[in-house]
């Protein structure tokens, strides 16, 4: 029973890993885009930097440890490399230099019609409250979860 759990928790984990990143890659993914210009009001430096160049980074990252979760062999280290990714992305949600809105945990649903760089709040979802979803936080928090116990079912015994 125990080496079931141990494969589906792999096989969630890795394949959402591999999704997500895979997204990131094909340039789908609207988050990065939004830290960006969140990020640039808020005076960041190096705020451009976020777009293209760390979402591809992360992609790159969140595709590697999806592979090497599902791969018994590499489920450790994977597991390890997919929870950093994910508390990474749990504390760009959180912090208050990017000022996410919605107590932090909300983000918009995609872009507004026309949205084109450089990126400046305006691109994203209408100003209505209703645009914005803490869906990616709590999807995150699910996938944080799964992580650590990917991580407790693959320690050695």
Known sequence: MQNIVKWAVALILGVFLIAIGGMKLAGMAHIFQ????????????????????????????????????IAPVSRLAGGLLGAGVIAGALAFHLAAFVGLDYLGIATPT??????????????????????YSPMLFIIACVMFVLAVANLALSRKA
Not at 39 to 59: E, M, R, S
Not at 125 to 130: F, I, S
């Open 34 to 69: 939004f830290i960006e210009a969140k990020a640039t009001l808020n005076g960041l430096p190096l705020a451009g930097f976020f777009h293209p160049q760390i979402n591809y980074f992360v992609g790159v990252l969140e595709v590697l440890a999806g592979i090497m979760i």
């Open 110 to 131: 995609g872009f507004a019609e026309g949205a084109a760089p450089p990126w400046e709040l305006s691109d994203f979802a209408p100003a209505d409250p209703a645009a």
